[in-house]
C-alpha cells in the first residue's frame, strides 16, 4: 500500500469576482491575477511533488460568467501538468447551467460530480461532497462519509462549507465536526480538505481538517487593534503530505495582492507624516486596495497636506478610498490661521461662518469642503 501522497490543496478562486471599489483598469488586473493563479498552483505542485490538486469548490464566482473568462480558465486548468480534482461549491453549483460541464472532456481533470470514491493511484483515494444548489439541504460531508468505512489505503475527502457555526444558531447544513475526527480516528479518511472560508487555517484539534483559504485576496485584513479580523490569511495554498493516520500541512504564498483596512488618529504634524509615509511604503501598489478611517482633530493647513497627499496616491494605487463608517477627523481652524489669510469684506464674513458651522453634525462635511476650497484659495492668491 501507499506509504504516504503528497498533494496541493487550494478553494475558492472565485474566477470572475468585481469589486465595486476597483476601477475598471484595476479589476482588468484583479481578474488577469485570478486566473494566473491556476498558473501558480501548476508551478507550486510541480516544485514540490504534488501527485495532484484538489481544488475545494467556488472556482467560479458564478456559473454565468463571460465566455472570455470562462475559456481563459478552462485553458489554465487545462494546462496544468498534475491532476486536477474540482469540488461545485455554493458559488459554483452543480446545476443545469453549471460551467463543470464543459470539462467532462479535458484530459487530466475530474468533477467531483457526487460521492463516488475516485482511485487517484493505488493506495490513494478521494471523495467529494459536492453541492448541486446553492445552499446544502444537509450535512453534505457527512452524507458522503456514512456509507464508507475503514480503509488500508490514504483516502482524502473535499467538502465546502461551515465546521463550526459561526452565530450559534443550528444550521442543516453545518459540517459535523466531531462525526469528521471519529473518521479520522477509525481511518476512514486521512485528511478532510475544506472551501468556503478564505483564510487558511486549521478547524478542530486533529491538525488534518483545513481550510485552504483563497489563493488570491477577496476581502479586507482590518489592521484596527480594537478590530483585527476579516480576511487575515489569505493568498495561499496547502500543500499537504498525508500518510495513513497523520498529515503535514505547509502554507505557500502565491497571492500578490494585499486588501487592508486601516484607523489613524491624526493630531499632530507628525501624525499626518507618519500615515502617509506608511502608505507610500507599501510595495505593489498597483495591487494594493486600502479603506482608512481618519480620526482626531486637525487644522486648515494639516488638512491640506493631508489632501494633497492622499491625491498624490490615489491614482497610484489598485484602490485608496475613505472609510466612512470609521472616520471622526474634526477640522478645527487656529485663530493665527483665520488670521493670516488676506481676505476681507464679504468672503472674510463667509469663512468666519464656516469656521464657526464646521462639526460633526449634518452638513458638517459640506462645511469642512467649502472651508477647505476658501482656505486654499485664500492661499493661492
Sequence with gaps: MKETITFLHSSDLQIGMTRWFLSPEAQARFDDD???????????????GCAFIVLAGDIFEHNSLQQRTTARALEALRSLQVPVYLLPGNHDPLTADSIF???TDLDGITVMADST???VEPGVEIVGAPLLNKTAPTDLVRRALEPLGPTDAIRIA?????????????RADLIDLGFVESCL??????????GDTHSAQPVGSSGRVWFSGAPETTD?????????????NSGKVLVVEVSKGAAHVEEVQVGSWTFHALTQELTTDEDILGFLDALRAYPDKSRTVIKYGLRGTVNLEQNRRLETGLAELEDVFASLKPRDRTTDLALEPGAEELADLDVTGYAAEALSELADAVGNGPGSQVDRDALNLLFRLSREV
Design 185 to 194: 480516528d477509525n481511518g476512514t479518511i486521512d485528511y478532510l480538505a475544506l
Design 220 to 232: 479586507f485584513h482590518d489592521l484596527d487593534p480594537a478590530r483585527v479580523g476579516g480576511e487575515v
Design 34 to 48: 485570478r486566473i494566473r493563479s491556476i498558473e501558480k498552483m501548476g508551478e507550486v505542485a510541480t516544485t514540490r
Design 117 to 119: 470514491v475516485h482511485e
Design 101 to 103: 460541464y464543459r470539462m
Design 158 to 170: 473535499v467538502g465546502h462549507g461551515q465546521a463550526e457555526s459561526r452565530t450559534g444558531d443550528s
